[in-house]
T-cell receptor
Framework: GAGVSQSPSNKVTEKGKDVELRCDPISGHTALYWYRQSLGQGLEFLIYFQGNSAPDKSGLPSDRFSAERTGGSVSTLTIQRTQQEDSAVYLC???????????????FGNGTRLTVT | GENVEQHPSTLSVQEGDSAVIKCTYSDSASNYFPWYKQELGKGPQLIIDIRSNVGEKKDQRIAVTLNKTAKHFSLHITETQPEDSAVYFCAARALGGGADGLTFGKGTHLIIQP
């Protein structure tokens, strides 16, 4: 079946502009995660959604970052007033259930490469 | 919080030889350790995982070992092939310990020389 879909695949924006990144998780997956991958670095956790519960925003680096998940499915990550240090690949992942289950591996999308000029 | 260290950052091996990537973690509560393979332009894909009640797990040419006492785990790839070239990430998570998902290592770029 279809995997996690992210759009756009690439985004170039000017410093100070706002950007929206979209994630379509695998159908039926209740958990959705956003990660950031900077060049030569590992994956940095940003935010986690589980069903209808309040999201865990503990990984968001600043108040310029926000995310929402509508109807328990599609999620949008918004970065306001982008800075050059925001340049990275933003990865979305979904899992059938949340982190309390062994049998719930993360399935990643191919990411959105964001470049802030 | 959890801290995961991964070594080496780059590993070059001859085709057919074995490759070993090592990770250490800091949180003794961590009990789930997956490995992901990321090919160029794609997202990470789970290739194998191990739980803390198991010391070793194999899947064809791939194996993972875990030493809970020393808090380290390793990925072993035998009979390497060109398609094994990719970036590999280890990760650790304390299941049920919170909603912050996995803590990843910084990755190992594995290069298979023909």
């Amino acid at each position: 079946g279809a995997g996690v879909s992210q759009s756009p695949s690439n985004k170039v924006t000017e410093k100070g502009k706002d950007v929206e990144l979209r994630c379509d998780p695998i159908s039926g997956h209740t958990a959705l995660y956003w990660y950031r991958q900077s060049l030569g670095q590992g994956l940095e956790f940003l935010i986690y959604f589980q069903g209808n519960s309040a999201p865990d925003k503990s990984g968001l680096p600043s108040d310029r970052f926000s995310a929402e998940r509508t109807g328990g499915s599609v999620s949008t990550l918004t970065i306001q007033r982008t800075q050059q240090e925001d340049s990275a690949v933003y990865l979305c992942a979904s899992s059938l259930v949340g982190p309390s289950s062994y049998n719930s591996p993360l399935h990643f999308g191919n990411g959105t490469r964001l470049t802030v000029t | 919080g959890e801290n995961v260290e991964q070594h080496p950052s780059t590993l070059s091996v001859q085709e057919g030889d074995s490759a070993v990537i090592k990770c250490t973690y800091s949180d003794s509560a961590s009990n789930y350790f997956p490995w992901y393979k990321q090919e160029l332009g794609k997202g990470p894909q789970l290739i194998i995982d191990i739980r803390s009640n198991v010391g070793e797990k194999k899947d064809q040419r791939i194996a993972v070992t875990l030493n809970k006492t020393a808090k380290h785990f390793s990925l072993h790839i035998t009979e390497t092939q060109p398609e094994d070239s990719a970036v590999y990430f280890c990760a650790a998570r304390a299941l049920g310990g919170g909603a912050d998902g996995l803590t990843f290592g910084k990755g190992t770029h594995l290069i298979i020389q023909p």
